[in-house]
């Protein structure tokens, strides 16, 4: 079974999230990758605060028991089940508002969305407790936590949105990085309330017996994830007043679209590395990666002709036929 467990963690993780949002915004639907792409971004950004507010040690640290995964990082609450709840009720929540059901399977179609939806949460959050990384607490407080954020964004997307298109790209650009600074600085604040706590010597013992490496008090992963936010922001801001692409067309256009992407993606992942590990590096590095990302790339798509390129404005993107859509912007 213990295989099962790793499978059902590896899809409640950031490696199974991250390619198919890429594949989803490139090749598929921009409109969908860009909101799931804030969203899941914004649960990061949340849940490494958390786990530096809570500083709560993993089972394996202080039972003895064995772990099937090294984890460095606190484990109150779990992401795992935060980011459960967050990418699959949505996926839950799109499905349930997209498919058009007819006649008799109508019911049954959409009592199988949420049913389907809590099944995938429950076996992921079971699963980081089978593999001994987590405790039952932990994973209810990720799912709490999961659950609050879904809960707001649905609520406020459909006022939040129309707003932000209707300001000035500078102003939605500055919005953006205080929004990315002001988690930095209160993560940063979480953190400088820990200096002078000492980790306890039975934990760091059980993090390196697993293989891991003690880094529970670093802002570097705070700076990451609020730099791909900002970046991420900036990045459909531009594009949207630029002109957002189609991500229609031949199968190997879409196809071929990754690797240029991808390469793209290297290129400044490497050259971040390269420029060291300070936390505003690490900012601006996640930063340029976030904004290539949903910018940079699919301008490049257009340029090369695997893509073409739609109308600029808000509204023709982020609407569709039967929405009503957004006012122009100003």
Same mark, same amino acid.
């Given at each position: 079974?213990?295989?099962?467990?790793?499978?059902?963690?590896?899809?409640?993780?950031?490696?199974?999230?991250?390619?198919l949002?890429v594949?989803?915004?490139w090749?598929?639907?921009?409109?969908?990758?860009?909101?799931?792409?804030?969203?899941?971004?914004?649960?990061?950004?949340?849940?490494g605060?958390?786990?530096?507010?809570?500083?709560?040690?993993?089972?394996?640290?202080?039972?003895?028991?064995?772990?099937?995964?090294?984890?460095?990082s606190?484990?109150?609450?779990?992401?795992?089940?935060?980011?459960?709840?967050?990418?699959?009720?949505?996926?839950?929540?799109?499905?349930?508002?997209?498919?058009?059901?007819?006649?008799?399977?109508?019911?049954?179609?959409?009592?199988?969305?949420?049913?389907?939806?809590v099944?995938?949460?429950?076996?992921?959050?079971?699963?980081?407790?089978?593999?001994?990384?987590?405790? /039952?607490?932990?994973?209810? #407080? !990720?799912? *709490? &936590?999961?659950?609050?954020?879904? @809960?707001? +964004?649905? $609520?406020?997307? %459909? =006022?939040?949105?129309?707003?932000?298109?209707?300001?000035?790209?500078?102003?939605?650009?500055?919005?953006?990085?205080?929004?990315?600074?002001?988690?930095?600085?209160?993560?940063?604040?979480?953190?400088?309330?820990?200096?002078?706590?000492?980790?306890?010597d039975?934990?760091?013992?059980?993090?390196?017996?697993?293989?891991?490496?003690?880094?529970?008090?670093?802002?570097?992963?705070?700076?990451?994830?609020?730099?791909?936010?900002?970046?991420?922001?900036?990045?459909?801001?531009?594009?949207?007043?630029?002109?957002?692409?189609?991500?229609?067309?031949?199968?190997?256009?879409?196809?071929?679209? /990754?690797?240029?992407?991808? #390469? !793209?993606? *290297? &290129?400044?992942?490497?050259?971040? @590395?390269? +420029?060291? $590990?300070?936390? %505003? =590096?690490?900012?601006?590095?996640?930063?340029?990666?976030?904004?290539?990302?949903?910018?940079g790339?699919?301008?490049?798509?257009?340029?090369?002709?695997?893509?073409?390129?739609?109308?600029?404005?808000?509204?023709?993107?982020?609407?569709?036929?039967?929405?009503?859509?957004?006012?122009?912007?100003?």
């Amino acid at each position: 079974m213990t295989g099962f467990w790793h499978a059902m963690s590896f899809i409640g993780s950031a490696a199974f999230y991250l390619p198919l949002l890429v594949v989803v915004y490139w090749c598929a639907d921009p409109r969908l990758g860009a909101r799931a792409m804030v969203l899941l971004t914004l649960s990061g950004v949340i849940n490494g605060l958390l786990k530096v507010v809570f500083h709560a040690p993993r089972p394996y640290w202080t039972s003895g028991i064995k772990a099937y995964e090294s984890q460095a990082s606190f484990g109150m609450p779990s992401g795992h089940a935060q980011n459960a709840v967050v990418a699959w009720g949505f996926i839950g929540v799109w499905l349930h508002g997209r498919i058009r059901w007819t006649g008799r399977w109508e019911t049954a179609g959409r009592r199988a969305i949420p049913v389907f939806v809590v099944v995938v949460i429950a076996l992921i959050g079971l699963s980081r407790i089978q593999l001994h990384v987590h405790s /039952l607490g932990q994973v209810v #407080a !990720g799912w *709490a &936590v999961g659950a609050v954020l879904l @809960l707001v +964004a649905l $609520r406020l997307e %459909p =006022v939040v949105v129309p707003w932000w298109g209707r300001r000035p790209l500078w102003l939605q650009i500055a919005v953006a990085l205080a929004v990315a600074l002001v988690f930095l600085a209160v993560t940063d604040l979480a953190v400088g309330e820990l200096r002078g706590w000492r980790i306890p010597d039975a934990w760091t013992r059980a993090i390196g017996a697993t293989g891991g490496a003690v880094k529970l008090l670093s802002l570097r992963e705070g700076a990451a994830a609020a730099g791909a936010l900002f970046g991420g922001l900036c990045g459909i801001s531009w594009l949207a007043h630029r002109g957002w692409f189609d991500p229609g067309g031949a199968l190997w256009r879409r196809l071929a679209r /990754l690797p240029v992407g991808l #390469a !793209g993606a *290297a &290129v400044v992942w490497s050259a971040g @590395l390269l +420029a060291g $590990r300070a936390v %505003p =590096v690490i900012f601006v590095a996640n930063a340029v990666l976030g904004l290539w990302a949903t910018a940079g790339a699919p301008e490049l798509f257009v340029r090369m002709g695997l893509a073409a390129r739609t109308p600029a404005g808000y509204p023709r993107p982020i609407t569709r036929p039967g929405e009503a859509p957004d006012p122009e912007p100003s």
